[in-house]
């Protein structure tokens, strides 16, 4: 289906159904293929549909996998999750903690390159891939993580 994108003053995408407002073209396309009514991909078990492919493999992981090796341990504790980038941020946030708040401020911009991120997850992924300072130890696990 091809879609009619519309802007606002400001340049964001605003949906033409519910009015819903996104910064990105690709990012708004998504949003309006959920008002088609059917997600193009659909969970053979349950029948729950989703609008990415990736989506419905974690779903099928997380829900209808009888599979323990479907989870990502961390290196440090019982945790698991089913994606890389979720092990990162569990790891930055439970085992990092106290590097990661030398470095805070009141915005997430990282205070060694100046780079802006959107949000603390974001933030914390940067900081994960270079920005930050571990001992030793921690920096191995991390680097294994990685």
Same mark, same amino acid.
């Given at each position: 289906?091809?879609?009619?994108?519309?802007?606002?003053?400001?340049?964001?995408?605003?949906?033409?159904? %519910?009015?819903?407002?996104?910064?990105?073209?690709?990012?708004? &396309?998504?949003?309006?293929?959920?008002?088609?009514? &059917?997600? =193009?991909?659909?969970?053979?078990?349950?029948? @729950?549909?989703?609008?990415?492919?990736?989506? !419905?493999?974690?779903?099928?992981?997380?829900?209808?996998?009888?599979?323990?090796?479907?989870?990502?341990?961390?290196? #440090?504790? =019982?945790?698991?999750?089913?994606?890389?980038?979720?092990?990162?941020?569990?790891?930055?946030? @439970?085992? %990092?903690?106290?590097?990661?708040?030398? !470095?805070?401020?009141?915005?997430?911009?990282?205070?060694? %390159?100046?780079?802006?991120?959107?949000?603390?997850?974001?933030?914390?992924?940067?900081?994960?891939?270079?920005?930050?300072?571990?001992?030793?130890?921690?920096?191995? #696990?991390?680097?294994?993580? #990685?």
């Amino acid at each position: 289906m091809t879609y009619t994108y519309q802007k606002n003053a400001a340049g964001e995408f605003v949906c033409s159904v %519910c009015q819903a407002v996104k910064k990105n073209q690709n990012t708004m &396309h998504y949003h309006m293929k959920k008002h088609e009514g &059917h997600l =193009p991909f659909e969970c053979s078990i349950c029948k @729950k549909e989703f609008l990415h492919s990736q989506t !419905l493999a974690i779903h099928i992981a997380a829900r209808h996998s009888k599979e323990e090796s479907a989870a990502l341990k961390c290196p #440090l504790c =019982p945790h698991k999750t089913l994606t890389k980038a979720n092990r990162i941020i569990h790891f930055m946030r @439970k085992h %990092c903690s106290e590097e990661i708040e030398q !470095l805070k401020t009141q915005n997430t911009t990282c205070p060694t %390159c100046d780079k802006v991120c959107n949000s603390s997850t974001s933030f914390l992924y940067h900081l994960a891939t270079g920005c930050l300072e571990l001992e030793t130890e921690k920096q191995e #696990l991390l680097t294994m993580i #990685l």
